[in-house]
C-alpha cells in the first residue's frame, strides 16, 4: 500500500523546526513544494503538479490536478480551490494539504472521494501568494494587496493582465486557460462564506448577484457541516453577502463569476488570523466535510456538450439562462458546460459567434446529479430554392430547399404579396376635412390654420362654451399609428382626450407644444376618435386643441404556411405556387425543443405564371417531360384549377388517361 500524503505530512512537520516562521509547525515554502511533488509521484494515476508561473520573487506558482486521466480533457466541471492570496493566512495553505492528502489516500476506497475524482476536475492552489508567505506579508513582493487587484467591472476595467501584481496576473492567465465551473479562495480573519457581489457599485450594501439563490444554497453547503460557521454569532447560517459584509474594489470572486462564468465565493476559516498550528487539526476536522460537499455542488443544474451539428467539433459556445443576466461558457476542448442551477424549470440560449443560437425551454432541473442536455448548433437556415427571379407555374409542384441545422425541424411559409404596404396619411391641408370623418357634439372640428405642425393647416377642435364637447372619429386599418397634437386650454379643466376603440389613450389640458403621440394598432380596423370638452367656467389660452399630420403604415403581406413543421433535419419540401403573382417569396425558420430561430427568406421576389392550356404547363414553349412529371402532379379527380386547364383536354372533370393520350403526341424532346 502507498503511504498516504497524511504520512509524508507527519514527516515533514518534524523537519519544519527549523523554520524561521513564528511558529514552526507551519509549513515552509520548500516543504509544500516538496509535498506537492511527492504527491504527484506517489499518485500519478490521479494527481498532476502544474507550474502556473513564477511569483515577483521568482517562486513557482504550484497547482496540483487531481482528477481521473488528469492531463486529458474530459466532460467534466473543472473546479478549483485557491488559498493564501494574503502571505499572512497560513492556516488555509494546511487546510489544501489536509484536503489533497486525503483525497489522494481515500480514492479507490471511499465512494464518496472516488466519484469526486471521477467526475470533477480539481484543481488545488496552496500558495498564491509565496513570496507573501515567506515574509509573513499579506501584500505579495510588489506591496499589491492581490485581493484587491483584479479586474473590476464596476470601474469598466478590461479582462486583461495588463498593469497588474505578478501573480494576478498568473492566476488570470491560468483561469483563461481553463473553463472553472466553481471555485473558492481560502483566507483566515474571519469565519465565514462570502458569496458575489463583493462590489455592485453601491457601496456596502446588500447586493446580490443574478444568481443569489445559487450563492446562498452552496455557501450553506459549506457552513452548514462546519459547525462554528453555521453558529456564528455574526453572520446568520455563517454567510454574508460581500458587499453587504463590506464592499472592496478588485476581489478576486467577483472577476470569477462576472468575467469569467465561474462560480466563486471567498471563505474565511479562522477568526482569529494566525491560530497555533496545534490547533490545525482541529480546523480540519471542522472544514473536511465543508471541502467536500462544496465541491459536490458544481455537480448540479444542467451540463451538455455544445457541438458543430455538421462536423461535431466542440463548440465554445456562451450560455444564458433566460431571467438571470448572467453568461457561462462551454469549454471548447470538449464543448462541455455547467450550468449549476437549483431545481426548477429554464430556458437556456446557446450562442455561437457564426451559428444560429438555440434556445432551449423548460429544462427541468431536479435535486441532485445535473440534467443533461446536450446542443448541436449550426448556421442559420439559408433559403436556396425559389432564391427570386424564378419564374413558377401556378399549381405545378416544386421542392422548396434550404440549409440549416440537421437537428432542427422547419417551419416553411410563403406570401405572394410581399413588401406590400399601404399607407394612410392626411396632413389637413385641404381646406375642408375629409368625408372619412365624422364629427359630434357641440360642435365640429375643421381644417384651422390659426397652428400647424407640417405645412399651414391642422384639424382643430370646434369653437365651443363651457359645459360643450366636440369630437371627430375615423376608422383605420390596423398599422403603424403615429400623429402630433397639441392642446392650449384650462389647465386641469379643459381637456382634450384620445382614444382606439373607446379606450382613452391621451388625457392632456393647459398650454403645451406639439407632441407626437405613436402606437401600434393589431387586428383588423379601429376606431380613432379625438375629442375636446370643456368644464362649466373659465377659458384660458387658446381654448382649443389641434392634430396634424396623421400617419397608419399598413404592413399587408401575409404569411402563409407551406408546412408547419417539417420532420428534424428536413431540407425540403413540396409546394405548389396557389396564384399568378409577381411578389413570391418564401420563408424558412428552425425549430428546435420549443425555440424557433430566424426566419430566413427568399433573397428576392419570384414570380408564378399560371400555365397554358396547351400542355406546356410550365409555359417555356416546349411540351416535354417537365410538363410530363406536372402532368402526373395532377392526375385524379378533381384537379385544381390550373391543373384542369393545362390537362384536362377532354374536359370531364378528370384528368386521366384519356387526357394522357391526348398529351402523348404532343410531348417533343428539346428542339422539337
Ligand atoms: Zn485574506
Known sequence: ?????????????????????????????????????????????????????????????????????????????????????????????????????????????????????????????????????????RSNAQGIDLNRNFPEWVNGDPNTTSGRATETAVVMDWTFASSFTLSANFHTGALVVNYPFDNDGMGSVPSPSPDDDLFIYISEQYSQHNQPMWDSPSF??????????????????????????????????????RPPSSEIPQFWEENRESMLSYMDTCLIGIRGIVTDANSGAP????????????????????????RMLLPGTYDLTFEVDGYEPVTIQDVVVTTGEATRLDVQLSGPVVVTYPNGGETLTTGVPIEVTWAGNPVAQFHVQYTANYDDYTNVTDDFENAELGPEY????????????????????????????????????????????????????????????????????IHASGQGSWAL???????????????????????????????????????????????ALTAPGATSTPWAPPAAGSDYKVRVRSYISGGYGVFNESAGTFTVADPSADGDFDGDSDVDLEDFAAFQACLGDSPSAPCAAAFDFEPDGDVDLVDFNILSPLLVGPGG
Not at 262 to 269: A, M, R
Not at 525 to 543: A, I, Q, R, V
Request: hydrophobic share 35%; proline share 3%; charged share 25%.
Open 315 to 338: 463548440l465554445l459556445a456562451t450560455v444564458t439562462v433566460a431571467g438571470r443576466d448572467h453568461e457561462i461558457y462551454s469549454d471548447p476542448d470538449v464543448g462541455d458546460y455547467h
Open 1 to 137: 500500500m502507498k503511504p498516504s500524503c497524511l504520512n509524508v505530512i507527519a514527516t515533514a512537520l518534524l523537519f519544519a523546526l527549523g523554520s524561521v516562521s513564528a511558529d514552526a509547525a507551519y509549513r515552509t515554502y520548500a516543504e509544500i513544494e516538496q509535498l506537492l511533488e511527492d504527491a504527484e509521484n506517489d499518485y500519478p494515476e490521479i494527481c498532476q503538479r502544474h507550474d502556473l508561473g513564477l511569483s515577483y520573487q521568482g517562486r513557482r506558482l504550484w497547482a496540483l490536478n487531481i482528477t481521473n486521466n488528469p492531463g486529458v480533457e474530459e466532460d467534466e466541471p473543472e473546479f478549483k480551490y485557491v488559498s493564501t492570496m494574503h502571505g499572512d493566512e497560513w492556516t488555509c495553505n494546511e487546510m489544501c494539504l489536509y484536503l489533497i492528502d486525503h483525497m489522494l489516500s481515500n480514492y479507490g476506497s471511499d465512494s464518496r472521494i472516488t466519484n469526486l475524482i471521477d467526475e470533477i476536475d480539481i484543481w488545488i492552489v496552496p500558495l498564491m501568494n509565496p513570496d507573501g508567505y515567506v515574509a509573513n506579508t
Open 438 to 505: 365624422t364629427f359630434g357634439g357641440d360642435a365640429d372640428w375643421y381644417a384651422s390654420t390659426e397652428d400647424a405642425h407640417g405645412g399651414a393647416r391642422s384639424a382643430q377642435a370646434g369653437d365651443i362654451g363651457d359645459y360643450d364637447t366636440t369630437w371627430m372619429t375615423r376608422t383605420v386599418p390596423a398599422g403603424e399609428l403615429s400623429f402630433w397634437y397639441r392642446v392650449s386650454s384650462e389647465n386641469g379643466w379643459d381637456w382634450f382626450d384620445f382614444y382606439i376603440d373607446g379606450v382613452r389613450k
Open 517 to 563: 403621440y405613436t402606437t401600434t394598432l393589431v387586428g383588423s380596423s379601429h376606431e380613432l376618435k379625438w375629442e375636446y370638452t370643456k368644464d362649466t367656467s373659465m377659458s384660458y389660452y387658446s381654448d382649443t386643441a389641434w392634430i396634424d399630420d396623421l400617419e397608419i403604415t399598413c404592413e399587408n403581406t401575409v404569411w402563409t404556411d407551406i408546412i
Open 236 to 273: 446568520y447560517h455563517g454567510i454574508t453577502n460581500g458587499a453587504d459584509w463590506y464592499s472592496i474594489d478588485g476581489g478576486m470572486q467577483d472577476w470569477h463569476y462576472r468575467y469569467m462564468g465561474d462560480n466563486e465565493v471567498t471563505i474565511e476559516f479562522s477568526n482569529n488570523k
